[in-house]
């Protein structure tokens, strides 16, 4: 079966500091991959998404992820992190084949401090 | 435009007892699905549906029944709740692009079965 896995499960940082979420998914042929956010209390959102061109890919609130194939990865990447980013980060993917379902990863919960 | 709309936002159960969650989308969406989300597990997919009167299984469907009558509704009933569907239920919507999905999300429900 495709697997998402999300090695960090829980960040802290201080407001300012940088941010990089690793994301591996399994070999599966063609994907498409995406980060989405949960706030807290609230629904998923999409942060951003990557089908297929440039692997660095730009999202909302500053968010960027970069697709390198040769590692299976799509790792979240934000230069400097506000209060307002705490909240559960998962990284998605779909494959060829079955294209219209989404595999999470567990999670991420980020916890910035002020 | 509501986007993707669940009820109720919370339910407490008995274990036994049936219940429906609604969800219902104004977005004409073709593809709609019902995911669970677990501590430590992030989303997994129970049920989801191509377009009205076509539904199918996703990874973790036991004890979980879905219909897909028209296009905007997609209910998840719980025939005999048990203590293990203790949960927080997602429906999602979506349009394809470029062969994938880009899915919205509802606000969810939290379900207690005691």
């Known amino acids: 079966a495709q697997s998402v896995s999300q090695h960090n499960h829980h960040v802290i940082l201080s407001e300012a500091a940088s941010l990089e979420l690793g994301c591996n998914y399994s070999?599966?042929?063609?994907?498409?991959l995406f980060w989405y956010v949960q706030y807290p209390g609230q629904h998923l959102q999409l942060l951003l998404k990557y089908f297929s061109g440039d692997p660095l890919v730009k999202g909302i609130k500053g968010f960027e992820a970069e697709f390198i194939k040769s590692k299976f990865s799509f790792n979240l990447r934000k230069p400097s992190v506000q209060w307002s980013d705490t909240a559960e980060y998962f990284c998605a993917v779909t494959y060829s084949g079955s294209a219209r379902q989404l595999t999470f990863g567990s999670g991420t919960q980020l916890t910035v401090l002020p | 435009n509501a986007g993707v709309t669940q009820t109720p936002k919370f339910q407490v159960l008995k274990t036994g007892q049936s219940m429906t969650l609604q969800c219902a989308q104004d977005?004409?969406?073709?593809?709609m699905s019902w995911y669970r989300q677990d501590p430590g597990m992030g989303l997994r997919l129970i049920h989801y549906s191509v377009g009205a009167g076509i539904t199918d299984q996703g990874e973790v469907p036991n004890g979980y029944n879905v219909s897909r009558s028209t296009t905007e509704d997609f209910p998840l009933r719980l025939l005999s709740a048990a203590p293990s569907q203790t949960s927080v239920y997602f429906c999602?919507?979506?349009?394809?692009?470029?062969?994938?999905?880009?899915?919205?999300f509802g606000a969810g429900t939290r379900l207690s079965v005691l």
């Open positions: 977005m004409n969406h073709e593809y």
């Open positions: 999602a919507s979506s349009y394809s692009e470029a062969g994938s999905n880009i899915q919205y």
């Open positions: 070999y599966g042929g063609t994907v498409n």
